[in-house]
């Protein structure tokens, strides 16, 4: 089983910055190779649906909600287990919780790549609030 721990939500003026950190770990017993998954951030804001936000593979190659092209960046560091999303130019509309998300590779990853509604993903963090004032 994988395991997701995000961290550096926060309070934020409008045009400022956040990075997002999720640490990723398997439990015991479990064969974790972090390389091998399809890692994304999506958030929810209060009374809306979930909303994929970005999303990274294997190749590093990378995907990003319209809402969010230019400001945002997701990398990750395989040495350390770590999925980042470097939010850049906040708005109020940013303000959601954001949760960290992890599939490993398959066939379902062959077939439309990372870029996948929330609910392709089985694995998440407990999320970190971001909160953007004007």
């Known amino acids: 089983e994988v395991q997701l721990m995000e961290s550096g939500g926060g309070s934020v003026q409008a045009g400022g910055s956040l990075r997002l950190s999720c640490a990723a770990s398997?439990?015991?017993?479990?064969?974790?190779?972090?390389?091998?998954?399809?890692m994304g951030w999506v958030r929810q804001a209060a009374g809306k649906e979930r909303e994929r936000v970005a999303t990274?593979?294997?190749?590093?190659?990378?995907a990003y909600a319209d809402s969010v092209k230019g400001r945002f960046t997701i990398s990750r560091d395989n040495a350390n287990n770590i999925l980042y999303l470097q939010m850049n130019s906040l708005k109020p509309e940013d303000t959601a919780m954001y949760y960290c998300?992890?599939?490993?590779?398959?066939?379902?990853?062959?077939?439309?790549?990372?870029?996948?509604?929330?609910?392709?993903?089985?694995?998440w963090g407990q999320g970190t609030q971001v909160t953007v004032s004007s």
């Open positions: 998300a992890a599939r490993p590779l398959g066939t379902w990853y062959e077939q439309g790549g990372c870029f996948r509604p929330s609910h392709v993903y089985n694995s």
């Open positions: 990274i593979d294997s190749n590093d190659d990378t």
């Open positions: 398997g439990t015991a017993g479990y064969t974790f190779k972090y390389s091998k998954f399809c």
